[in-house]
Structure formats: structure tokens, C-alpha cells
T-cell receptor
Framework: SQQGEEDPQALSIQEGENATMNCSYK?????LQWYRQNSGRGLVHLIL?????REKHSGRLRVTLDTSKKSSSLLITASRAADTASYFC?????????????FGTGTLLAVQP | EAGVAQSPRYKIIEKRQSVAFWCNPI?????LYWYQQILGQGPKLLIQ????????DSQLPKDRFSAERLKGVDSTLKIQPAKLEDSAVYLC?????????????FGPGTRLTVL
């Protein structure tokens, strides 16, 4: 079953604008990760935020995590046409040796040039 | 550094036929994962190996799916017999350190169409 749900399901913006995607999950987690998937290509890891962190930055990406609300957001600033892709959040509940990720349903981002 | 390799990239078969997918993880990565991604959904973990042992196969339909990782390196995933609902992209991923919050590196996937 899917742990996370992304919102919105689809988002269309103009180049240069910011894009915000949200992820909600159901159970406690060890960490939350965001991945990008371009059309016809594999998943690429973007950023990992641990349960004891509230905000993390990587280049034009900013991720926040609110464990009390069981939600996370991914902000892409100054978007480019190349950012067009599906974005997935994935939760790792930790415990033992499994490092098992449960992916959400994804947000399809279209950046218009 | 070479990434995760998968083959074939595409496969079309008829229902009740058999199919096998191959994965070569990043060199030195102890953990290997197989995911199923149905169109419009996120990937779902089918099986996870640590070296050549199975760590988690709770979501693997064992009546028709099987997987092995011989010598703790390459892995194959087999479906026998295939059903229409098996149409999906099968993704292989690997990570370096077992039991840690490691980045998983994904291959390009195999797109399976069952007619």
C-alpha cells in the first residue's frame, strides 16, 4: 500500500516561478526522501530529511518536514523547463536492516518555457 | 561510476508466458531492491536483498514471482506465468550500506507489457 500522498497530483507553472509540492504520510518515520522521475528515465534521489530535522536545502530545493502533522513539502525555486518531471516522496520507517522505502503517488510538474 | 544496469529495457509478452529481468547493481553495493511501478503510481517494493540473502519479500506475489541474487551481485526477477495486471515498469535499485538511511540508486527500468 502507498504510505504517502502527494498534493497536487499535477502542477503547471511558467519557467522562473516557484513550485511547491506537498506530501502527507500515515505512520511515524525515520526519514523522508524526495525523488524525481523524468519521462522514460529512472528515479533520481534529490534530498533526504531525517525525522529530527525541520528544514533542509540543496541548491534550488528546499524541503520541510513537520512530524506532528505527518507532512513534508518540496519547494523548487526559479524553476526551469528541465525540472519537468514526476516528483515522489518516500518514507523510511527505519528499524532493523531493511531501509525500506514506501513511495507516494507522485506530483507531475510541468514547467512551461 | 557506472550506474545500475537493467535489461531488457522493454518486453512484450502474452499472458501466461514467462519473463525474466536482469539487474547489475553499482559495484560494492550490498543491498539490492526490485520495485514494481504501475502506470500513474509510485514504485512498490517487491523484494530486498542484502548481499545474497532476502531481507524483505512481504509484497512479492510468490505464486508467480521469484527472484534471486547469486553471489551477492547480479539479480534476476522472474514472472511465471504472467498476468495482464503485471504490466508495469520493473525498477532495480541498490544502496551501499545495509540498515542505514542510504540513498537508493535506481536503474532505468524494464517496461513490461502483458497482452
Amino acid at each position: 500500500s502507498q504510505q504517502g500522498e502527494e498534493d497536487p497530483q499535477a502542477l503547471s507553472i511558467q519557467e522562473g516561478e516557484n513550485a511547491t509540492m506537498n506530501c502527507s504520510y500515515k505512520t511515524s518515520i525515520n526519514n523522508l526522501q524526495w525523488y524525481r522521475q523524468n519521462s522514460g528515465r529512472g528515479l533520481v534521489h534529490l534530498i533526504l530529511i531525517r525525522s529530527n530535522e525541520r528544514e533542509k536545502h540543496s541548491g534550488r530545493l528546499r524541503v520541510t518536514l513537520d512530524t506532528s502533522k505527518k507532512s513534508s513539502s518540496l519547494l523548487i525555486t526559479a524553476s526551469r523547463a528541465a525540472d519537468t518531471a514526476s516528483y515522489f516522496c518516500a518514507t523510511d520507517r527505519g528499524g532493523g536492516a531493511t531501509n525500506k522505502l514506501i513511495f507516494g503517488t507522485g506530483t507531475l510538474l510541468a514547467v512551461q518555457p | 561510476e557506472a550506474g545500475v544496469a537493467q535489461s531488457p529495457r522493454y518486453k512484450i509478452i502474452e499472458k501466461r508466458q514467462s519473463v525474466a529481468f536482469w539487474c547489475n547493481p553499482i559495484s560494492g553495493h550490498a543491498t539490492l531492491y526490485w520495485y514494481q511501478q504501475i502506470l500513474g503510481q509510485g514504485p512498490k517494493l517487491l523484494i530486498q536483498f542484502q548481499n545474497n540473502g532476502v531481507v524483505d519479500d512481504s509484497q512479492l506475489p510468490k505464486d508467480r514471482f521469484s527472484a534471486e541474487r547469486l553471489k551477492g551481485v547480479d539479480s534476476t526477477l522472474k514472472i511465471q506465468p504472467a498476468k495482464l495486471e503485471d504490466s508495469a515498469v520493473y525498477l532495480c535499485a541498490s544502496s551501499l550500506t545495509p540498515g542505514r538511511a542510504d540513498t537508493q540508486y535506481f536503474g532505468p527500468g524494464t517496461r513490461l507489457t502483458v497482452l
